[in-house]
């Protein structure tokens, strides 16, 4: 799966002479520019240098300071990844996804068999790896970008803009910190094209019916596209969803996989799908259009819920105490609200799974993802839509 090309600068191969490279992990970042605050944590970082084959990612001194000021790393992280395995840039199964202790990471190297043009990915920025050098000891890069904490699924979702109106349906129904609270699942988040396409569907279901369908969207456990084979996938509605693999494309739910895939996140990972996955078989309306909901499939609902109605002009809602219970009915098919198209998703399998974020960041990133929605969404209320694509 590719993400947009971005203009390469600066990528050199490094090799020594002598014994295979003449160069270890450690020396090849001693020697490297522009990394001063990785070099700073050589002392403290004995592994860098233990014996066996291991792989280093060093961000730029730039990189870490900017994520630093962006609020993206703290002032005491540095976004650097070490794995106790050799990453090797040139193998033939190129696209991989690599677990780091604070998170799990894109290393994708457009041109294997030639000069590397290696393409990351973090929770919060793509970019690409700036240097490499085959090492005796395994491998040294640096990046342009730091690899911090995976970030909980609503602050990930704004920050790879396409398919934020599924957020806005989590933040009219106060489910956002039920989403970022979930962890060992794979969300299919629908593009916003596809959410507009689903509109008059969604608008005609009651608060605990929409709940449902957002349910069957999320399953366990967490998988990236290079560890999906053709299968069936339980979401926490109880739905099974057929899961399809054909070639470099696939489809869940009979809804195809998107163009962007495997975004870590606390949670697990994201992968986007091109139209909303609404089972056959649906809950019974509550009697109250207004309910607030208290089920999410077989997941607690966290914090206090009330009702949000659909002309109200607030993503807000006053909080009142609910008990969450599970009530999911299970389908045995799902249908889809728009013709699905195929796109690709699948290559190499590297296990991977992503860390969760500490307690402050968790509490600032459900804060800034649901927070950048909820202007939007109010609009939207007012106007009685859900999640209407082109206003997100």
């Known amino acids: ?68 000021t962006a609020g993206y790393l703290t002032q005491n992280e540095t976004g650097i990844v070490f794995l106790t395995t050799a990453t090797n840039h040139k193998d033939v199964a190129n696209y991989k996804i690599l677990k780091a202790p604070q998170t799990a990471l894109l290393f994708d190297n457009y041109v294997p068999q030639g000069p590397p043009e290696v393409h990351v990915r973090s929770s919060t920025q793509q970019g690409l790896i700036t240097a490499n050098v085959d090492c005796d000891d395994g491998f040294f890069y640096v990046s342009n970008i730091p690899f911090e904490t995976a970030v909980v699924p609503s602050r990930a979702i704004v920050l790879n803009p396409g398919a934020t109106s599924f957020l806005a349906l989590f933040t009219k129904y106060n489910l956002v910190q039920t989403l970022d609270s979930l962890t060992g699942v794979t969300i299919f988040v629908p593009t916003n094209a596809a959410i507009a396409a689903a509109q008059t569907r969604l608008a ?72 909303v996955i609404i089972p056959a078989t649906l809950p019974p309306a509550d009697s109250n259009a207004n309910a607030a909901v208290t089920t999410f499939g077989t997941v607690a609902v966290v914090g206090a819920t009330s009702a949000t109605t659909a002309t109200s002009t607030s993503a807000s809602a006053s909080a009142s105490t609910s008990s969450s219970t599970s009530a999911s009915t299970t389908a045995t098919a799902a249908t889809t609200t728009a013709t699905a198209t195929t796109t690709a998703t699948t290559s190499s399998s590297t296990p991977a799974v992503s860390s969760t974020s500490s307690t402050a960041r968790t509490t600032d990133d459900a804060k800034s993802g649901a927070g950048q929605i909820a202007g939007s969404l109010a609009g939207l209320l007012a106007a009685g839509a859900v999640g209407l694509a082109g206003v997100l």
């Open 204 to 275: 005609a279901l009651t608060p605990n019916q929409v709940a449902y369908v957002l349910a069957s969207h999320i399953v366990r456990p967490t998988k990236f596209s290079t560890e999906m084979e053709t299968g069936s996938l339980a979401a926490l509605s109880g739905v099974s969803l057929p899961y399809v693999v054909s070639g470099e494309s696939a489809t869940v739910g009979g809804v195809a996989i998107g163009a962007l895939v495997d975004v870590p996140t606390s949670a697990g990972s994201i992968l986007t799908v091109n139209a």
């Open 1 to 68: 799966m590719r993400f947009p090309t971005i203009i390469l600068t600066g990528l050199f191969l490094a090799t020594g002479t002598g014994s295979v490279h003449a160069i270890s992990i450690v020396d090849a970042l001693k020697a490297s520019s522009g990394t001063s605050i990785a070099q700073a944590a050589i002392a403290a970082n004995p592994q860098w240098a233990a014996a066996g084959q291991k792989t280093l990612i060093v961000p730029t001194d730039a990189a870490i300071n900017s994520a630093r």
